[in-house]
T-cell receptor
Framework: DTEVTQTPKHLVMGMTNKKSLKCEQH?????MYWYKQKAKKPPELMFV???????INESVPSRFSPECPNSSLLNLHLHALQPEDSALYLC??????FGTGDTSNSPLHFGNGTRLTVT | GENVEQHPSTLSVQEGDSAVIKCTYS??????FPWYKQELGKRPQLIID?????GEKKDQRIAVTLNKTAKHFSLHITETQPEDSAVYFC????????????FGAGTILRVKS
C-alpha cells in the first residue's frame, strides 16, 4: 500500500494531446514533488511545491505545467509532448520542504508513478 | 550544485554475504542522506536515512555510515537475501537551491541463491 496515490497508472498519448497526471496524499505533508524517471536512471527532480506554492522549477519545458490546487493534491498538465518525454512520472510528498531550525530534511514518500508513453 | 557519485553500478553477492554500496557528495552543506530501494516496475522506497549530526545508523540488517570530513556515506546490508535484489539509490539533500534531493546513479544489487 502506498500513501501517495497517482492516477492514471499508465497513459499513452499522442504528441498533440492534452492530458493530466494526478497525485494525492493525506498525510498532512506540505511539500509535494514531481520527478521524472527514465529506465535504469535515478529520479530527476522537475518541480517542488511547498505550502501550495511552486518553490523549485528545474528548468522544465513549458509543455509540462504543474498545479497544486490544495495541500493534498498535485497535478501535472501535459501538452504537445515529445516521444523522448516517455518515462515514469513519480509524485512524492514530504513533511516539510524547508525543515526545522537545523535545516534538516524529512523523507520523501513516493507514489507508484504513472508510466507515460508518447507516440 | 550538489553532485552525488555512487559505486559500484552493479554488485553481485552470494546469499548470506554482505553488500556495501558507497556514495560521495560534493557540497559540505548537505545535511540529509537517505537510501532508497527500487524493485523493477515499482516506486522508490526509503530503507534508511541519516542526518549530518550522526555517524552511523542501523536498522536490523541494514546500516548506514557517514563521514562528513571525507564527504562520503555507505550502505551496508548483512546476511543478504534474494529479496534484497533491487536497484539502490543514495541521495543527498542540497539546501542551497531550496532543499532538494540529488540522487546517485544507482546500484543494481543481485543476490544469488
Amino acid at each position: 500500500d502506498t500513501e501517495v496515490t497517482q492516477t492514471p497508472k499508465h497513459l499513452v498519448m499522442g504528441m498533440t494531446n492534452k492530458k493530466s497526471l494526478k497525485c494525492e496524499q493525506h498525510m498532512g505533508h506540505r511539500a509535494m514533488y514531481w520527478y521524472k524517471q527514465k529506465a535504469k536512471k535515478p529520479p530527476e527532480l522537475m518541480f517542488v511545491y511547498s505550502y501550495e506554492k511552486l518553490s523549485i522549477n528545474e528548468s522544465v519545458p513549458s509543455r509540462f505545467s504543474p498545479e497544486c490546487p490544495n495541500s493534498s493534491l498535485l497535478n501535472l498538465h501535459l501538452h504537445a509532448l515529445q516521444p523522448e518525454d516517455s518515462a515514469l512520472y513519480l509524485c512524492a510528498s514530504s513533511r516539510d520542504s524547508f525543515g526545522t531550525g537545523d535545516t534538516s530534511n524529512s523523507p520523501l514518500h513516493f507514489g507508484n508513478g504513472t508510466r507515460l508513453t508518447v507516440t | 550544485g550538489e553532485n552525488v557519485e555512487q559505486h559500484p553500478s552493479t554488485l553481485s553477492v552470494q546469499e548470506g554475504d554482505s553488500a556495501v554500496i558507497k556514495c560521495t557528495y560534493s557540497d559540505s552543506a548537505s545535511n540529509y542522506f537517505p537510501w532508497y530501494k527500487q524493485e523493477l516496475g515499482k516506486r522508490p522506497q526509503l530503507i534508511i536515512d541519516i542526518r549530518s549530526n550522526v555517524g552511523e545508523k542501523k536498522d536490523q540488517r541494514i546500516a548506514v555510515t557517514l563521514n562528513k570530513t571525507a564527504k562520503h556515506f555507505s550502505l551496508h546490508i548483512t546476511e543478504t537475501q534474494p529479496e534484497d535484489s533491487a536497484v539502490y539509490f543514495c541521495a543527498a539533500s542540497w539546501t542551497r537551491g531550496g532543499n532538494k534531493l540529488v540522487f546517485g546513479a544507482g546500484t543494481i544489487l543481485r543476490v544469488k541463491s
